[in-house]
């Protein structure tokens, strides 16, 4: 049975037993603590912890998820991949164990063809190699859903399992619902290990699903396995997890989940391509098992890749974006390490979207797109492994040379400024005869990651934990009164201070707030939040941030200016208005620069991000190419026309369905609720679903500066503007210039720019002649530097201080004919210059030189040392530079003494 028939029998069952089919969410996950959509549930968790109240009573999904925590164990064995989907179906206070087991038994077990009495069709399952697990723990036991498995069912005693906590228990890792768990699985025979069940071998009994009974309301949650329970749920819940993967795996009886319909084309493709054979092997032992495992991790990172820039992610060196970059780099390096250098993605997507299509028709249809998006990426990696494999070459010369392994300060800051991944690094060393400190560099990267880590937690949800929002929300989401008002009287609902709940806070005292209403807006969509004071008896708080940690909670993050802010009391929100005002002509200028793009690129130019601010906005977008002049121009002048013709801004809350049939834009990665609000700006020229603030007429934006367009990665572009106020001043300044410039030119303003550019061209031709006469006269002066060379036993050295230069080249070409002028004797050049008042240097040597065991590269490494930076180069000649011209003769005389001691 293929993937695309598995996916429609499971929603054709579960659709038929009365559940609401509901399509797979984005990749891109709403919760701003992850990046992405890494299990089933995800979509439904509000309705699980009661914060949104779900539109049907049950559900059917087969959810798109990507996880990369394990990306390193990707290929090596048949549980990892980053890219899976989620078969769920869900109860929300609905049926409960009772029909759970049951149809979940029935849909394995019917057969394909149906069943006589209902026509309900099934995967046909050996209903003997089918086994079970319960949650069974000490006194705790669920007995509920041992009987129905065994009374109900029908499933023999010794095939349901009871197994604990670690195993068969559900909680979220915090306060809220929780409950026991049942699984189902299936023996792939005795081929794949020992008799006995899944207790006994996992890898010949393998988990399809996962049936999640929520039960229990838990107050107190330290680990998975060590909880508090303080009651029983309201309504009981069910969630449920199959793989489709590996189901796919038993059904088209194939080894692993690399090898099902959706990506073993990818995989015999890439061998195609590499000329070798894939075995299928897991044995570490086998010849075959390098290759094996990087053509499974290839088929693995392009599909996900597939996915990813299909759900509109972007690669970037933040969030997701970061991520993509690294999978689609992995697959050019495995490639590469197989042996083929040219580029290849192109190819191996376009055989991820066939076999993908049936299931997502989207990478069909926005597939040149991805493409696109996925070749210069691809083309700007094999630039990067290009430079940064000359860099590479000269560390590797270096540790050669002085018996040393590469460092891992070095690997790492290949790895960090080039991009050069450190598996390169590792293969192309091994390859020289040099080992790489990779314990170093596995440190360094370690480093790195906690430094991010620290520096991006919290802009969301500060340093409370997110249970304490939780608790906050408790079922009554934030009402914001900012689309009508600018000040709202509410009450204090909670304070946090240090990420600690508190029941007052005092005058000095840095404070997260909570009111029951507010006029603030909570940065989203783009926008920037709002600022201003919240004041009440007594006290008076300065807000700075609005941010939502967790969906509808608005939390309002400043100073306690005066008083004493106690939780519960009445207090008055006011916003800056003039602040809200200029953001609000910054947002709906970002709609019409997002419209304005459609007309000038075409609808390819889809939004990737916005920011905006009082005064300016900046709007990133797909595009594959930079927009020439007259794109820009037009773009400006289309916004700024339809600000002229001051259309009417208009907002209207509707269904979901209305409005997709309405033609409204939706934004990848934005999770969107049943009821949405759509601003229109001149009808449906500019038509999007936004929470935002607005103007209410296109007039009140007053003008729009674009400052720049530049690329901001792969296939993304990024506009700039000043709206407003800012964009008058912008003008006025240049204005300004202008003025001052056919003043200083003496020519009128239409002919600034020829008289500059002919002043430029002046200028350059100066340069050029200033350099020719310098090299010039240093090429003179080689005649009688020769004769200033140093024997340092039975080398000949010459270190010399050439002064001002106007840059490594002029060394490097005096360095080069010195050496010829050297002949057959054994000689090293070392030069040192100085240029924009940093000191460079260059060493050369002879073959003779060299068979004495001196290493050009070596030198200037030891001379950059002394000059405060560093450098590199080949045995024959190799350049670098330092921070202090002052320590040049220390430099060169360093040289000298290496030689001696060298020789």
Not at 157 to 173: L, P, S
Not at 361 to 373: K, L, N, W, Y
Not at 785 to 804: N, Y
């Amino acid at each position: 049975m293929k993937t695309e028939d598995i996916t429609r029998t499971w929603y054709d069952y579960f659709a038929a037993q009365g559940h609401e089919r509901v399509p797979s969410a984005s990749l891109i996950s709403p919760d701003p603590s992850v990046l992405f959509t890494i299990a089933g549930m995800v979509p439904f968790i509000p309705y699980f912890l009661g914060t949104e109240k779900p539109p049907y009573d049950r559900a059917v999904s087969v959810q798109k998820c990507i996880r990369t925590a394990d990306i390193e164990e990707v290929g090596k064995t048949a549980r990892h991949g980053t890219f899976f989907q989620m078969c769920g179906n869900f109860s929300f206070g609905d049926y409960f164990k009772e029909k759970a087991i049951p149809m979940a038994w029935e849909l394995l077990t019917t057969s394909p063809d149906g069943d006589p009495e209902t026509g309900r069709r099934g995967f046909g399952l050996d209903p003997e190699r089918l086994w079970i697990t319960v949650y069974e723990e000490g006194e705790e036991r669920d007995d509920e859903a041992r009987r129905i498995w065994e009374d109900v069912v029908g499933v023999p005693r010794e095939r349901v399992i009871g197994t604990g906590k670690a195993d068969n228990y559900w909680n979220t890792g915090q306060p809220g619902p929780g409950g026991p768990c049942s699984e189902i699985y299936y023996d792939r025979g005795p081929a794949y290990g020992a008799d006995g069940g899944p207790a006994v071998d996992e890898t010949r009994f393998i988990e399809l699903w996962n049936l999640v009974f929520m039960e229990e309301r838990l107050s107190e949650v330290r680990s998975k396995t060590d909880f508090d329970v303080e009651g029983p749920l309201d309504r009981k819940n069910i969630d449920t997890g199959l793989g489709l993967e590996r189901l796919a795996m038993v059904l088209q009886g194939v080894e692993n989940m690399y090898e099902t319909d959706q990506v073993r084309p990818v995989l015999d493709r890439a061998a195609e391509l590499a000329g070798v054979t894939y075995t299928s092997t897991e044995d570490p032992a086998d010849p075959n098992h390098s290759a094996d495992v990087r053509l499974r991790m290839i088929a693995d990172h392009v599909r996900s890749s597939l996915m990813l820039i299909s759900d509109g992610v972007r690669p970037s060196n933040e969030g997701g974006g970061f991520v993509l970059r690294r999978l689609i780099r992995r697959v050019i390096l495995g490639m590469r390490l197989l042996g083929v250098e040219e580029p290849i993605f192109g190819e191996l997507i376009r055989v991820s979207r066939d076999s993908m299509q049936g299931v997502y028709p989207e990478v069909a249809t926005t597939f040149e797109t991805i493409r696109s998006v996925a070749e210069k990426e691809e083309q700007s990696f094999l630039r990067t492994i290009s430079a940064g494999t000359a860099k590479l070459e000269s560390a590797v010369s270096s540790a050669k040379s002085s018996g040393t392994s590469l460092s891992g300060a070095d690997a790492f800051a290949l790895h960090d400024t080039y991009g050069f991944p450190i598996d390169l690094t590792l293969e192309m060393a091994a390859e020289a005869g040099v080992s790489v400190d990779e314990g170093q560099f596995r440190a360094l990267m370690a480093e790195q990651r906690e430094r991010a880590r620290a520096d991006a937690k919290g802009k969301k949800s500060g340093h409370a934990d997110t249970a304490l929002y939780q608790q906050l929300l408790a079922g009554r989401p934030t009402h914001f009164t900012g689309y009508t008002e600018h000040t709202t009287e509410s009450r204090v609902r909670g304070l946090l201070v240090d990420g600690a709940s508190v029941d007052r806070a005092s005058a000095g005292q840095e404070v997260e707030i909570v009111l029951d209403a507010t006029p603030f807006y909570a940065e989203a969509g783009g926008q920037a939040p709002d600022s201003g004071l919240i004041t009440g008896d007594g006290f008076e708080l300065r807000v700075t941030d609005v941010q939502s940690p967790i969906g509808g909670l608005s939390v309002h993050r400043g100073r306690v200016i005066s008083g004493e802010v106690p939780v519960g009391a009445e207090a008055l929100g006011a916003i800056d208005v003039r602040r809200r005002r200029d953001a609000q002509k910054a947002h709906s200028a970002t709609h019409l620069i997002h419209a304005a793009l459609h007309d000038v690129l075409g609808p390819e130019a889809v939004q990737a991000g916005s920011f905006n601010k009082e005064g300016y906005l900046r709007f990133d977008f797909t595009a594959a190419e930079a927009m020439s002049d007259g794109a820009r121009q037009e773009l400006e002048e289309i916004t700024n026309l339809a600000i002229r013709d001051d259309h009417e801004v208009s907002t209207e809350v509707m269904s979901l369905d209305q409005a997709r049939e309405r033609g409204a834009m939706m934004l990848f990665g934005e999770k969107y609720g049943d009821q949405v609000r759509v601003v229109e700006m001149n009808g449906p020229w500019s038509r999007e679903l936004c929470g935002g603030t607005h103007v209410s007429s296109t007039a009140q934006v007053g003008t729009l500066a674009l400052l720049n367009e530049a690329s901001v990665g792969s296939g993304n572009r990024r506009v700039e503007a000043l709206v407003g106020m800012d964009a008058f001043q912008h003008f006025a300044a240049e204005r300004t210039l202008v003025s001052q410039l056919t003043d200083m030119l003496k020519v009128p303003s239409d002919q600034v720019p020829d008289r500059i550019s002919a002043t430029l061209q002046k200028l350059k031709d100066t340069e050029r002649e200033l350099e020719r006469l310098r090299a010039e006269q240093l090429r003179a002066q080689a005649g009688e530097l020769v004769e200033r060379a140093v024997d340092a036993d039975g080398i000949d050295v010459l270190a010399h201080d050439a002064g001002s230069v106007s840059s490594a080249d002029d060394l490097r070409q005096l360095a080069m004919d010195l050496r010829q002028r050297f002949g057959s004797r054994p000689a090293v050049i070392a030069l040192a210059g100085r240029s924009n008042d940093r000191p460079l240097i260059v060493v050369a040597t002879t073959a003779e030189a060299r068979e004495s065991g001196v290493a050009a590269g070596a030198l200037v490494k030891e001379a950059c040392g002394v000059l405060g930076g560093g450098g590199g180069g080949k045995p024959d000649l190799a350049q670098g530079g330092g921070q202090d011209v002052s320590t040049i003769p220390d430099a060169l005389d360093g040289v000298v003494r290496s030689v001696r001691a060298r020789s």
